[in-house]
């Protein structure tokens, strides 16, 4: 994720697995959260999640429309809120996707960054800018791929315990000889 100045940068950690699953960029009073999960070889799922996210906010009582954005198709959403003397009141939110190679990238931005195409600028950019390295191992689609603190490589998963039998992979090569003459 690039760095921009003035940014404030909050990372979400799960506190059972002290896992990073979620990052939020505040930037000139907006914000901007951002979530990675793993997606299908094949196909993307922003449609599909807009879709869910669709039923969520008018399920909450809110509005949605779909716009054109910078990253294409995305999601204005206004959700009721109450405000403090009592009322009701709609507070905007703007959803972004973007479908990558295994995996897919959510960004929600709020605040006037929600509305102002120029409060959101900076904060696109930070969207933009964002790399996803989604690793080789298996993942369900949806699944939150977990991220690591800025200057951090993420943590190893531990070694097998050896019991006394050698470490072979079946799928790998393995010693090979050679015959010279």
Do not use: Y
């Not at 760095?3 to 009073?29: C, I, N, S, Y």
């Not at 999960?37 to 809110?62: K, L, M």
Request: charged share 25%; glycine share 10%; aromatic share 4%.
């Amino acid at each position: 994720m690039p760095a921009v100045q003035g940014m404030e940068l909050r990372m979400e950690v799960d506190q059972r697995t002290k896992t990073v699953q979620g990052v939020q960029v505040v930037l000139d009073g907006s914000s901007l959260q951002m979530q990675a999960f793993a997606a299908p070889r094949t196909d993307g799922i922003w449609d599909e999640v807009r879709a869910e996210i669709r039923t969520q906010v008018t399920g909450q009582g809110g509005s949605v429309e779909e716009l054109d954005g910078p990253f294409g198709t995305e999601l204005l959403a206004r959700l009721p809120v109450r405000t403090p003397d009592g009322r009701t009141a709609h507070r905007p939110f703007r959803f972004l996707g973007t479908d990558g190679s295994r995996w897919f990238l959510r960004g929600l931005l709020s605040g006037r960054a929600a509305v102002d195409p120029e409060a959101a600028r900076r904060l696109e950019a930070v969207f933009a800018g964002v790399v996803v390295v989604r690793g080789t191992e298996a993942r369900p689609p949806r699944e939150l791929l977990p991220l690591h603190l800025p200057g951090r490589q993420p943590v190893p998963p531990p070694p097998p315990v050896p019991d006394g039998r050698p470490d072979l992979d079946p799928l790998t090569r393995g010693p090979e000889m050679t015959e010279t003459r």
